[in-house]
């Protein structure tokens, strides 16, 4: 058996496997020089170019398109319209499983939001195809629009996220509440967030009779594969996608999108390949964003600062015709040990397009509100923030009382503290000042993100020359899946890195599992190392079984695989070459497959979470109420790190998104129109380099056996958690002002 001890060396210390070493990215030289193709770089011959055209209003019906005006205009070739659209096997707005969402493709004249693809213009050139589409000038049957939290009336769902329950409570709130000796009751509000990685969804599609081959970014492989041969009433096993690089996904690419069908539509309806990618304006709409969120906190206390109650209310929306309810209020269930806690959540639908999974969907929102309440109550208690913190943090899980890696929060505040240098912050705001007079606050926030993993699949193959190859339909979003896997794919083969031909990132190979919900690495990761393990196994039978060979009679758990060769555990002088064993056996190659999936019964004895604390500085302007936040420094215990270099920037990425949230990004929107008024990235604001201050993430070592066996956790959304309300907080801390809505914009500051 290939051997992989679980104990995690530090970052730059080489121990002799691939795992734990900060590699840069593999792909990496190939990205910087362009060398890289994503979706949109494809141009297969005869290609055609298909541009969308997108509504103005976000409610009533298309009355009127002027087809004929963009059919004559010189390139085009073809208007798709609700018309001519070609017929699909499968009702677009069928909800077959939990990551089916409805999808607006033509398939009749009603807008529900805008933005929504009302025709599809084909044309030789994106210029003819571009001009076509405004020729369109659509005229519309307005209705009145929904466009605010308050603008219809609410219900609760019957479920948030994926399937948890909207209300949930333990113990009794209002008991809890009554006999605290200090409360707080405050509203926060998170502003609609929209999808906008930096490579747009994107579509190249071909068909050649009934099968389909498409290069488009996917986080979902076989979810966009199956959803697809759903909707076109095809076998699988005739769409082959190609999904080599993402140009970032962040839960916006997990199934397949309006718009990419609409190019598969385009290319059916004119028998040749068709390109075709949204504008940045059109990426508010059609591709998912992130809900706006009221919430209301209750907390209480007793004399000593020990909470007492804990309720979280969430007020969020969703669109007319699908149902996506973010889970804000259930970051309440993980952290804090109130013996009452409460949670709900209420809903109301308005006419945009439907919200989506976004980098930590509830914990991201909910907790700017829980962070910023619990630093509420710990002023009112007149107690350091990390102080009221660490005296309630929670030794086992609050909702379910199961238990969980408390431990390492502990271990999270106090390295990043210490390296901080929290221990100097006075308790009172408006306290410090910096040269030129701006003064100067410190905030905290706790992170949390569950450690989840899915079902998937991988192949290994050992050949006859030493060398190995890998196979598993990963996801490579940019994050640097493609590295990790390749080096957890190493170690489980006993090679080096260049010794193993990693491919990923098509729909032929093993289904390896979604990459999101921050269970990539652990999904595809445990199905890779069982793959590789097979492989060994087989190879150890072949050999111990053989008179011939040095290794006969070791017993396949008496051989350990390291740098192409199996040896006798109890005597290391004794081994063979993977080459050797295949050569006697007469084979080309041996091949191993794996499969990983959560452990059902860890699952339900353990509640399992990655951890981490966020420490900010900011500085205001106190004339000008300008914000720039100075420091962060981030500690986050999420398992056994494969690649700290990449682990790193996935947190980097996480906080300054936590930036972003507390103070640039909101998509404002018309309330008369129901329009956003700010779909482009000039307006929308986001950080750029210098919003980005001088940041650190140490990796807190943490062992969870109970995760997976290679003790995997996941990186990709924590960061945003706890970064934004920590921000908020040392906003407070500087300047005295608790601002509740987000982002906090200077006005409200003055
Ligand atoms: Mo993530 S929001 O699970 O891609």
Redesign the pocket.
């Given at each position: 058996m290939s051997e992989i001890p679980l104990t995690q060396a530090p970052a730059h210390v080489r121990h002799g496997s691939s795992i734990g070493q900060p590699l840069t990215r593999r792909d990496g030289i190939l990205k910087v020089t362009g060398g890289a193709r994503y979706a949109a770089d494809n141009h297969p011959p005869e290609m055609l170019y298909a541009v969308p055209a997108v509504s103005s209003i976000a409610r009533g019906r298309v009355a009127f398109l002027d087809v004929a005006a963009a059919k004559a205009h010189p390139g085009v070739i073809e208007v798709m319209t609700p018309v001519n659209r070609p017929p699909l096997a499968q009702d677009p707005d069928a909800r077959t499983n939990p990551f089916a969402f409805r999808l607006d493709v033509l398939q009749n004249d009603k807008v529900r939001y805008a933005n929504q693809p009302i025709a599809v213009v084909i044309a030789d050139t994106l210029e003819a195809a571009t001009e076509g589409a405004a020729l369109l000038a659509p005229r519309y049957e307005t209705e009145p629009v929904r466009a605010d939290l308050d603008a219809n009336g609410s219900f609760t769902p019957p479920t948030v996220g994926v399937g948890n329950p909207a209300e949930a409570h333990r113990g009794d709130v209002h008991a809890g509440l009554a006999q605290a000796s200090r409360q707080i009751d405050a509203t926060y509000e998170t502003p609609a967030q929209y999808h906008n990685a930096m490579e747009p969804h994107a579509i190249v599609a071909a068909w050649d009779g009934d099968r389909l081959s498409i290069d488009m970014p996917t986080?979902g492989l076989a979810m966009t594969q199956g959803r697809l041969a759903e909707l076109f009433g095809l076998p699988v096993e005739n769409i082959h996608i190609r999904s080599r690089f993402l140009g970032g996904?962040?839960?916006s690419k997990?199934g397949v999108s309006g718009p990419q069908v609409l190019g598969i539509l385009a290319a059916r309806l004119t028998g040749r390949p068709v390109k075709l990618v949204l504008r940045r304006e059109q990426m508010f709409g059609p591709v998912g964003h992130r809900a706006p969120t009221r919430q209301t906190l209750r907390v209480g206390t007793d004399g000593d600062g020990v909470l007492t109650a804990l309720s979280h209310h969430t007020k969020t929306t969703s669109s007319t015709f699908d149902d996506f309810f973010e889970p804000a209020s259930d970051v309440s269930h993980t952290l804090y040990a109130s013996p009452a806690i409460a949670t709900s959540h209420e809903v109301v639908r308005l006419d945009t397009g439907t919200p989506l999974?976004?980098?930590?969907?509830g914990e991201a929102t909910g907790s700017i509100a829980l962070e910023s309440a619990i630093d509420e109550m710990a002023e009112a208690c007149g107690m350091d923030p990390l102080a009221f913190r660490l005296r309630n943090y929670a030794e086992v899980e609050p909702i379910s009382g199961k238990p969980f890696s408390s431990k390492a929060l502990r271990e999270c505040y106090a390295q990043g503290a210490e390296r901080f240098g929290w221990a100097g912050r006075p308790l009172a705001p408006r306290q410090m000042h910096d040269d030129e007079g701006r003064l100067v606050g410190w905030g905290m926030g706790t992170a949390t993100f569950p450690a989840l993993m899915f079902q998937g699949n991988a192949r290994a193959v050992i050949r006859s020359d030493g060398t190995g190859i890998m196979e598993a339909g990963a996801h490579d979003m940019g994050q640097g899946a493609g590295t990790a896997l390749a080096q957890i794919a190493a170690d489980s083969l006993g090679l080096d890195l260049d010794e193993v031909e990693f491919r990923s990132g098509t729909s032929d190979l093993p289904d390896a599992g979604i990459?999101?919900?921050?269970a990539h690495t652990a999904t595809a990761g445990m199905a890779i190392h069982e793959a590789g393990a097979d492989a060994i196994a087989k190879l150890a039978d072949l050999a111990t079984g053989d008179q011939r060979s040095p290794l006969f009679g070791a017993g396949n758990t008496g051989v350990v695989a390291r740098g192409g060769r199996l040896f006798r555990r109890d005597d290391e002088s004794r081994s063979e070459s993977y080459a050797d064993i295949l050569a006697r056996a007469g084979l080309a190659e041996i091949e191993g497959r794996g499969k990983s999936a959560a452990d059902p019964a860890a699952q339900s004895s353990y509640a399992k979470h990655a951890h981490g604390a966020v420490f900010v500085e900011v500085k205001v302007d106190p004339d000008f109420g300008q914000i720039r936040v100075t420091r962060l420094v981030g500690a986050f215990a999420a398992g056994r790190v494969i690649n700290p270099r990449l682990v790193r920037s996935q947190y980097y990425g996480g906080m300054i998104w936590g930036i972003s949230f507390a103070l640039h990004e909101k998509a404002v929107m018309d309330l008369r129109s129901g329009r956003p008024m700010n779909p482009n990235l000039g307006e929308y604001h986001i950080p750029v380099n210098a919003d980005a201050p001088s940041l650190e993430a140490i990796l807190v070592e943490e062992h969870d056996p109970h995760v997976n066996a290679l003790g995997i956790k996941g990186v990709?959304?924590i960061g945003i958690t706890g970064t934004a309300g920590a921000i908020a907080n040392a906003v407070w801390h500087a300047t005295g002002n608790r601002i509740r809505q987000f982002p906090i914009t200077l006005d409200r500051l003055l």
């Open positions: 986080q996904g962040f839960g997990g999974f976004m980098r930590a969907p990459a999101g919900g921050s990709g959304e």
